[in-house]
């Protein structure tokens, strides 16, 4: 029971990140609305605030940092531009292409996941991902069907552009996930938002100074922007914990219903006809994630490997968890001999020593 109620934990938690990417995604198509073009301006304020936040809260506790800094700058440079290149291609290619991200981002997690983490998975895992990969094509069709053909003026750079970022979103969620089971949550966020602060203001300060001197900063501007910023602190702060409890596999899969989330704010707020496929991707997604969230997943250590002492111990006869044998049995206190074993012990000791003694000479 316990088990069951942990694992819809996860998918109730999982689905409440999902919202939380949706309301980033609204957020930054009200900017889109207004024409602000400036991502890199948007992740730059959530990044500073991971930085200030959770570098304050390590200064207080005085906790010393472990991991070195070019991990964490590497990992910066990643996330930023794994962040920059999806809504980059929204210039180019139409919002069915740029929805292939979710699915592009899943198989090379699972990829990087089992090569570097050393991950296993089951047959059920793969089913879970083939069904929710099913559902968002589903939603593809339905825009289709709906007759959205919003193309671009280049769509295969904009194409280009997903898989890019699909590819680095998936490197960065696995690098997480490694950082994540051998530092504290809080030093990760910290290091991540400081180098990631920096990184992002000097590309919009190269790539994004125009657009944003253009800006009328009035309440439809700085509303979005606000609200981008605080769904993203969110989800910066709560997804390793995802991550650190049902892996990246999970925490991708998760997302997948984000699409559908977005399309019915489609319906509801910008009162854009939804197809009646939308609901039946939607009920997949649903399916494909109790399916992989129910096939369950081995123990791993922060390298990857099995935890050892939960290996199965086989002798002719047995096969548990456990030894055999406890440490008690294998003290020296437990060898201790009789007052008639010590003397014939000790008689045994000499035999063997005076033999010893002949051959030598």
């Keep these: ?18 919202l939380l990417i949706t309301g980033t995604a609204f957020a930054s198509s009200l900017l889109v609305r207004e024409g602000i073009d400036a991502p890199t301006l948007q992740s730059f304020i959530n990044y500073f605030a991971l930085a200030v936040g959770y570098g304050s809260y390590l200064l207080f506790k005085k906790h010393s940092w472990q991991g070195h800094w070019g991990l964490y700058l590497s990992l910066a440079i990643i996330e930023v531009e794994a962040t920059y290149f999806p809504v980059r291609a929204y210039q180019y290619t139409s919002i069915t292409s740029v929805m292939l991200l979710d699915c ?5 997690v699972l990829l990087l996941t089992a090569v570097i983490l050393h991950t296993r998975y089951f047959a059920g895992h793969y089913v879970g991902v083939v069904v929710c990969v099913l559902g968002l094509c589903l939603v593809l069709l339905s825009d289709v069907h709906a007759e959205d053909h919003a193309g671009g003026s280049n769509a295969l750079l904009g194409d280009l552009m997903v898989l890019i970022g699909a590819t680095l979103y998936a490197i960065a969620n696995t690098y997480e996930e490694f950082l994540v089971k051998r530092h504290r ?9 400081f180098f990631a602060a920096i990184v992002s203001i000097c590309q919009a300060f190269i790539l994004e100074r125009r657009q944003i001197e253009t800006i009328h900063w009035n309440a439809r501007a700085i509303l979005p922007f606000l609200m981008y910023s605080v769904c993203q602190l969110a989800y910066s702060s709560l997804f390793l914990i995802l991550l650190q409890t049902n892996g990246s596999a999970m925490f991708n899969l998760s997302l997948l219903s984000s699409d559908m989330y977005a399309v019915a704010i489609r319906s509801l707020v910008y009162h854009e006809a939804v197809d009646w496929l939308y609901f039946v991707a939607f009920g997949t997604v649903a399916v494909g994630i109790v399916i992989y969230s129910s096939s369950g997943e081995p123990p791993t250590e922060p390298d ?8 199965p111990y086989e002798r002719v006869g047995t096969s548990s968890t456990e030894p055999p044998w406890s440490e008690s049995e294998l003290t020296p206190t437990n060898f201790a001999y009789t007052p008639e074993e010590t003397e014939v012990h000790e008689g045994k000791e000499s035999s063997v020593a005076i033999e010893l003694t002949d051959l030598s000479r």
């Design 304 to 311: 990857g490997h099995v935890i050892a002492d939960q290996i």
């Design 104 to 108: 592009w981002a899943i198989p090379c």
């Design 185 to 193: 949550k809080a030093e990760i966020l910290a290091s991540l938002g």
């Design 1 to 18: 029971m316990k088990g069951v109620v942990a694992k819809l934990k996860a998918i109730a938690f999982g689905q409440f990140l999902s």
